[in-house]
């Protein structure tokens, strides 16, 4: 006995979703909720962030270069 053909989702069906509810994605031609990013999830670009901001965010002066977010008039 074969079993009926299923039909696969396509971006048509996606949009017809309710924007409110438009948090799924179409995997294998079905619609699959997304699921929910936890904290941790959350804290590796906040992390990232700090890395990449810290040299711009310390004041002038002390152990490490950099501070300020503009040249002083002698860098120019």
């Known amino acids: ?13 996606l949009l017809a979703l309710p924007e409110a509810q438009r948090f799924h994605e179409i995997i294998g031609g079905e619609l699959v909720p ?30 490490w270069p950099g501070g300020g977010g503009s040249p002083s008039p002698d860098e120019e």
């Open 1 to 13: 006995m074969s079993r009926p053909a299923r039909k696969l989702a396509t971006i048509a069906d």
């Open 34 to 63: 997304k699921s929910m990013p936890s904290q941790k999830h959350g804290g590796a670009p906040a992390s990232l962030a700090g890395i990449v901001f810290r040299p711009r965010n310390r004041r002038s002066g002390g152990r």
